[in-house]
């Protein structure tokens, strides 16, 4: 009697692992088996790449089903959020061949039963048997990806929170390539049957923000440095052009490089004018190269340098003028050699512009040209330029 219970005990636990494990058959195809996901968010369109290998006499696949599956379980129904309607079949993509010889051009992807989640794939020409470990893959293109949801509607979230959830695709191959007998799954036809796991995530939102940067550099130039097709007098500095001794009806000329380092996505525009004219501590002035009784001198019209040709003391009788040769932006100044703009208190004028951000490797040299006549009073003159960059964000 003992005997007998211990042999009942015996064949049952045989009974109960059976009902839970299903062999393959003695084909062996579904060894080594994956599938894995070109786009893995929940909700987002994804090709399904799946790679099995072959054990020895395995039969070539005629007919594949591929369920897509909440559970695991052989009876559990497709996640309804997902969708197949727009499943394609990919030829040679990323895998070797159903067939294991990479020749796909004789598979078509049935798509009868994609409302429940499940699709066929035929291959029409095929061999009897392969080699043992025989890489075979296919590609299904097109599928949207279910949820991150409870049964039946997307993949069962993880225990912890709705970071990532799991479904499956129950892969079942066949050696016919009839659709009415996989659907049926008759079992005489079916070489193997693999279910396989995968998993939709969230996704994580990556942020940033970029911080805003500027670098203004003005940089002196030296003494006998060529400057709008001149000769500088002196060195200058960031901060001091030192026109020196000017004599009458001879000009002088400084310069100064400057630099612009920004990230601004629209560029920036650098301007410069006169804080204060030049001016003496007598009451005498320097006035901004504009006077021209033919063509008045603007910025936006420069023109050749010119002696100053007042007659009366301060009044066009000393001038002072500015170059740039950065005015590829900057109206009338397309063509900006040999000619000069006013250096004014009362207008701001663009020396260097770009639309673009910029690394600031690349100067633009500023020419600045000072004269006086006879009529300009022998006196000491001072005044403080200014330059100013806005970036345009």
């Not at 195809?29 to 070109?38: E, G």
């Not at 420069?302 to 170059?323: L, S």
Request: proline share 5%; with cysteine; glycine share 8%.
């Amino acid at each position: 009697m003992k005997t007998f219970k211990k042999l009942a005990a015996v064949m049952m636990s045989i009974l109960f692992v059976m009902m839970y494990y299903t062999p393959a058959s003695a084909a062996g195809l579904a060894t080594v088996a994956s599938v894995s996901l070109s786009e893995p968010i929940a909700g987002t369109g994804s090709s399904y790449v799946f790679s099995m290998k072959s054990a020895t006499g395995s039969k070539v696949p005629k007919g594949i089903k591929m369920s897509w599956r909440t559970t695991a379980s052989n009876g559990a129904q497709q996640p309804t959020s997902g969708a197949w309607n727009n499943a394609t079949y990919a030829a040679g993509t990323a895998n070797a061949g159903i067939r294991g010889d990479a020749l796909d051009a004789a598979v078509a992807l049935d798509k009868t039963d994609e409302a429940t989640g499940t699709l066929y794939l035929t291959i029409s020409t095929r061999t009897t048997e392969m080699a043992a470990n025989t890489t075979i893959g296919w590609t299904v293109s097109g599928i949207t990806n279910a949820s991150v949801a409870a049964p039946p509607v997307g993949c069962t979230p993880n225990p912890t929170n709705n970071s990532s959830g799991t479904c499956f695709v129950r892969v079942q191959i066949y050696d016919t390539d009839t659709i009415a007998t996989m659907q049926s799954e008759t079992a005489g036809n079916i070489i193997d049957t693999v279910t396989l796991g995968y998993a939709v995530n969230a996704g994580a939102e990556v942020t940033a923000k970029v911080d805003p940067a500027l670098t203004f550099t003005v940089v002196g130039v030296d003494a006998s440095s060529v400057a709008n097709g001149q000769t500088t007098a002196a060195r200058t500095e960031f901060n001091l052009l030192p026109f020196g001794n000017l004599g009458v009806d001879t000009p002088k000329y400084l310069a100064q490089d400057i630099y612009t380092k920004t990230n601004a996505n629209n560029g920036y525009t650098v301007t410069a004018k006169m804080v204060t004219q030049m001016h003496s501590a007598f009451g005498n002035d320097i006035d901004p190269f504009v006077e021209d009784k033919d063509d008045p001198i603007t910025w936006g019209a420069p023109a050749a340098w010119q002696t100053p040709d007042g007659v009366v003391a301060n009044t066009d009788t000393g001038w002072i003028g500015m170059n740039t040769n950065n005015g590829t932006n900057i109206a009338g100044w397309a063509a900006p050699a040999g000619v000069w703009g006013p250096l004014q208190t009362a207008q701001a004028n663009a020396v260097r512009t770009s639309l673009t951000p910029d690394t600031g490797v690349g100067a633009t040299r500023i020419t600045f040209a000072l004269a006086a006549n006879v009529y300009q009073p022998a006196d000491a003159y001072a005044g403080v330029l200014e330059y100013n960059c806005v970036p345009i964000y």
